[in-house]
């Protein structure tokens, strides 16, 4: 017989990537009393990798648990960014209800969508949370017009239409149910949890069913599963056995060795729990999302979706520049391929294939943030490797012909930029669907659907088109009829002549065919890229070059050489840059740009046999 766990509620923070997920989180957790009393915590408390901290967003979905008065409401947050929607499609089968956060500048946006998407067809009630009410341009009575349009559009039912409104400043802490009262403390929120997500019921007295949503990993116990006990108990020592719905054949017999709760921010652990509870399973080797764990005499796994397939890959392979393992710690292939294994322990939207040669990897992913991160948080362990530019996942259709992943960009620009925006992705085989004006008549909003390969290399041009004022979502939409060749770069590469250290004679000779991406002073070689040409040719340049003494002096031989500044690219902006037949070099210490062809001869055979 099934029975609703009163004392309990799950819910899931979904949003639009800097919408306020997590700070909304950090003041659910101090007001609820998780922090004793003058205890020094940090901002986004939730954000717990250096990468996630640095960079302001939210990567991996994470877990907590808050009292409220006598109900305890485990909350996940999940990531706003598009490449990281697999960590949200999942956790929502964990939970009975979700809250949509919304800035009250910004709206609804595309990671918006999809999120709520995903929550209206596992047909989740939902709580419309109006963020940053304090923002001098909010505009929350609009806002909540725009927000049922997207609830019209996904065709929710009435129950889902009907759902509360709360305006909230997360960062003030603070929400009301009423948009022109500010409200003191996140009291109406937690009411309107308690209230309106329904309890999780289930049948306590049927077999154990426990589906797992979320794998963590940790060095001394190994997989972690967590997951929502949907019938049954489970208990510490309780024999189980773990199905799949996507696999009949799987039937693995194992024990619980360590059951664990969310308790604040940490795992409390205990001996058994019910229905309803969140929990965290460690000491079984062959867990997986998606698996069911089950009562022996009772087998019958849950439904789980497959999570989307990846739409670009890279090849990460061992470095074999000049300067290879000067200044990583793991620098050979099976350093490199353990780790990248050892990656899908945690992150199920990535795929890692071994190719032909033992040296090389390919890694598929959501999208370049996704590779990206991975590659920052490798650098930072140690590692030292090379990779390629990022290529886009061609799929073929039933009639054999070739289809590529499609994304829909939104593009906010001041209305002097919209014309430059407009002429760039219309070359990337971009198509301008809408076009209209926000924020008062000062800004054009264009929405493009263009391939994802279009969008490629094309941030950080956009970042100079608009002068840093543009905003730009994308959100993956499908797969279309290829569309057709598209020019990545215009522009060519200045390449080292010769191994040896920078020169500043070299390089103020070297300055004036282009923009140099080094200083005096650092270590180059053949082939290695040092600057960016304003021509759609490379050159070769001798930044090495030392000036030849003499023993006549001129009026102007002594004077210095001024050097420009040389402009130094992030992680995103060098992946950006390289062209097909480049590599980035990674190690902890320095990102290079060579080709991948070092020899000047063999690189031009190369080109000519093109």
Not at 49 to 77: C, F, H, P, W
Not at 364 to 385: A, D, K, N, P, Q
Not at 563 to 574: C, G, N, T, W
Request: hydrophobic share 35%.
């Amino acid at each position: 017989m099934r029975q609703k766990r009163e004392d309990i509620r799950n819910v899931a923070i979904i949003a639009h990537v800097d919408h306020g997920k997590t700070t909304l989180v950090d003041e659910l957790l101090k007001q609820s009393g998780v922090f004793r009393e003058g205890q020094a915590v940090a901002e986004r408390v939730m954000d717990s990798n250096d990468i996630e901290r640095e960079r302001g967003i939210t990567i991996l979905s994470k877990n907590t648990a808050v009292m409220y008065k006598n109900t305890k409401i485990n909350i996940v947050d999940t990531p706003g960014h598009a490449d990281f929607g697999g960590e949200v499609e999942r956790v929502l089968k964990m939970v009975n209800g979700v809250i949509l956060v919304v800035d009250a500048f910004e709206g609804p946006m595309p990671q918006t969508k999809f999120v709520l998407r995903k929550a209206l067809e596992l047909k989740l009630p939902v709580i419309v949370c109006i963020n940053k009410i304090d923002r001098p341009e909010a505009r929350p009575e609009e806002v909540v017009d725009e927000v049922l349009e997207l609830f019209l559009e996904l065709d929710a039912d009435d129950s889902q239409l009907d759902c509360p409104f709360v305006y909230a400043s997360a960062k003030a802490g603070v929400a009301s149910t009423d948009s022109s009262e500010p409200g003191i403390s996140m009291e109406p929120l937690f009411e309107t949890i308690v209230n309106y997500i329904p309890a999780p019921e289930g049948d306590s007295a049927a077999g154990t069913q426990v589906l797992i949503s979320t794998i963590d990993y940790n060095e001394y116990v190994g997989r972690i599963g967590i997951g929502k006990v949907d019938n049954g108990t489970i208990r510490v020592n309780q024999e189980v056995v773990i199905c799949n719905h996507h696999d009949p054949g799987k039937h693995v017999k194992v024990k619980v060795s360590k059951l664990y709760e969310f308790d604040g921010l940490n795992k409390a652990e205990v001996r058994e729990a019910g229905i309803g509870s969140i929990v965290a399973i460690s000491g079984i080797a062959d867990i997986h999302i998606g698996d069911t764990l089950c009562s022996t005499d009772e087998i019958s796994p849950i439904p789980f979706q497959k999570i989307s397939e990846p739409t670009i890959a890279m090849q990460f392979m061992v470095n074999d520049s000049p300067l290879a393992g000067l200044e990583g710690k793991y620098v050979t292939s099976r350093h490199i391929r353990d780790r990248l294994f050892r990656e899908l322990n945690t992150d199920v939207s990535l795929r890692v294939e071994e190719t032909d040669t033992t040296e090389v990897f390919k890694v598929s992913g959501r999208g370049e943030l996704h590779l990206s991160v991975l590659i920052e948080t490798m650098r930072r362990e140690g590692y030292e490797f090379a990779v390629s530019k990022a290529e886009v996942l061609y799929h073929t259709d039933e009639s054999g012909h070739r289809t590529e992943p499609m994304e829909l960009a939104y593009i906010d620009v001041p209305n002097e930029f919209a014309g430059v925006v407009i002429e760039k992705l219309g070359s990337r085989k971009g198509e301008l669907r809408n076009m209209g004006a926000i924020s008062g008549g000062t800004y054009t909003r264009l929405e493009f659907s263009i391939p994802s390969r279009g969008l490629i290399g094309y941030r950080g041009e956009f970042l100079t088109d608009t002068k840093g004022n543009g905003i730009m979502n994308t959100i993956f939409d499908g797969y279309a009829p290829y569309k057709g060749d598209i020019q990545y770069r215009r522009q060519g590469s200045l390449i080292a002549f010769e191994a040896g250290d920078a020169i500043t004679y070299g390089l103020f000779n070297a300055q004036e065919r282009g923009t140099l991406f080094i200083g005096p002073g650092e270590k180059v070689y053949a082939g290695m890229v040092v600057g960016q040409t304003g021509r759609s040719e490379d050159i070769e340049v001798n930044v090495c070059k030392k000036k030849q003494l003499t023993n006549t002096r001129s009026s102007s031989a002594d004077e210095a050489l001024r050097l420009v500044p040389p402009k130094i690219l992030s992680m995103e902006q060098a992946l950006d840059f390289i062209d097909t037949d480049e590599l980035l070099e990674v190690t902890p210490t320095h990102l290079r740009i060579r080709k991948k062809i070092l020899d000047p001869t063999l690189r031009k055979r190369a080109a000519m046999k093109k």
